[in-house]
């Protein structure tokens, strides 16, 4: 209702001082960052940084100690009704695909659909039928997750993801468990998608591949600095940081040429 009102320069995210954990253990003390409408945003950095702590307060899953997650500038803990319309708004594609087993691939995709909108039976399959054909599953609609292979779960995953036309994607490494070229085919399918349809996509990952080859921009977590240690294009980072531990990083077994060199 208010969409037509945003202002155009209101980040798809802000991150404001957001700290975050689990009990009494702080993972991520102060965070702020924001992601633009329409890039594709990584959240990089080694194992145990924070990385899906992240992610997962960011789509309230888990409550901050102490911050807030703005959604087109609407706190995300504001009323139910009012969190319900700013849910509608992202979808998720987690690491394991996350279908259920006893549903077809359409019905998997069918699922939001039920969950977030008064469709009739027919309209809500026929969208999934779409979004499959979206990510290249046309024929295997009626086919159970177990029956098909990883790279394909995770197009299907994607496909469910898709399904309200969310504004916002978010993905927990979505390359994991895949081969490397079915992940490059799966991330030439993300930035496809996000690309044609204009969605802003949140992708945790420390796939170097997929990092270069994807991210607008990424922001790098570290987790004995328990925060933030570097942000803007993986490039850019790569050729000119002075950062120890983001050279390292990002260096790790590629060579990467600057964008610009004269
Ligand atoms: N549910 C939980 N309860 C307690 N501690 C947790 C929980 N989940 C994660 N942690 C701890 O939080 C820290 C960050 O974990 P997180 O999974 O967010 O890191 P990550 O960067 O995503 O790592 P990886 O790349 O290995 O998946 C780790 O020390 C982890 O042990």
Avoid at 38 to 64: A, N, V, W, Y
Avoid at 108 to 136: C, F
Avoid at 242 to 247: G, L, S
């Amino acid at each position: 209702m208010n969409d037509s009102l945003e202002p155009a320069d209101v980040p798809a995210i802000a991150v404001e001082q957001l700290t975050c954990g689990y009990d009494a253990a702080v993972i991520l003390r102060d965070v702020s960052f924001t992601v633009r409408r329409g890039e594709i945003f990584f959240i990089i950095g080694g194992s145990g940084c924070g990385k899906s702590t992240l992610l997962r307060h960011m789509i309230g899953l888990d409550q901050p100690m102490a911050g807030t997650v703005r959604f087109f500038g609407e706190p995300l803990e504001a009323d139910p009704v009012r969190r319900r319309a700013v849910l509608m708004r992202f979808g998720v594609l987690f690491q394991s695909s996350a279908l259920w087993s006893s549903l077809t691939l359409r019905q998997n995709v069918s699922l939001p659909l039920e969950e977030y909108t008064d469709l009739s039976r027919r309209d809500r399959e026929e969208i999934a039928t779409l979004k499959l054909a979206q990510v290249g599953l046309t024929g295997y609609e009626d086919y159970y997750p177990a029956e098909i292979s990883g790279g394909m779960k995770k197009r299907a995953g994607l496909a469910r993801a898709l399904a309200l036309d969310p504004e916002i994607v978010f993905f927990d490494e979505p390359s994991a468990g895949l081969d490397p070229i079915t992940s490059r085919k799966l991330d030439e399918l993300t930035r496809q998608v996000c690309h044609t349809l204009g969605t802003t996509a949140v992708i945790v990952s420390h796939e170097l591949a997929s990092i270069f080859a994807l991210a607008d921009r990424v922001i790098m977590l570290d987790r004995e600095e328990k925060g933030i240690i570097a942000e803007g294009p993986p490039r850019e980072l790569a050729a000119h940081s002075r950062d120890p531990r983001v050279i390292e990083f990002l260096r790790r077994d590629v060579e990467v040429a600057p964008t610009s060199k004269h």
